[in-house]
Nanobody
Framework: EVQLVESGGGLVQAGGSLRLSCTGS????????IAWFRQAPGKEREGVSC????????NYAGAVSGRFTVSNSNTKNTVYLQMDSLKPEDTAIYYC?????????????????WGQGTQVTVSS
């Protein structure tokens, strides 16, 4: 069973930075995708970014492109989301998710495994 654990959330002022980590275990293949989603109160869950494990192909939502960077660790069992120039509208619970088909989609319906989420709060 694939398991995912997020860490790195917290409170930061607008314009600041945070780095989230997602550590996975239980993968039976080395070809998968890790994505980041977020959900703000009263809003639907939205895709933020994703990265494939083997080739490092990435995808970003327009709202975060140029400010967020997703990357694989050297060991490839951890994915990072570096978030810079944070805005109050980035405030949400951030989840990582895994897809074992290896695509670069940002639609939550393609992801079967989810972490528990980590809170990110950006103050104005």
């Amino acid at each position: 069973e694939v398991q995912l654990v997020e860490s790195g959330g917290g409170l930061v002022q607008a314009g600041g930075s945070l780095r989230l980590s997602c550590t996975g275990s239980g993968f039976t293949s080395d070809d998968y995708t890790i994505a980041w989603f977020r959900q703000a109160p009263g809003k639907e869950r939205e895709g933020v970014s994703c990265i494939t494990s083997k080739e490092g192909n990435t995808n970003y939502a327009g709202a975060v492109s140029g400010r967020f960077t997703v990357s694989n660790s050297n060991t490839k069992n951890t994915v990072y989301l570096q978030m810079d120039s944070l805005k109050p509208e980035d405030t949400a619970i951030y989840y990582c998710a895994a897809d074992v088909l290896g695509g670069v989609w940002l639609d939550p319906k393609f992801y079967d495994y989810w972490g528990q989420g980590t809170q990110v709060t950006v103050s104005s």
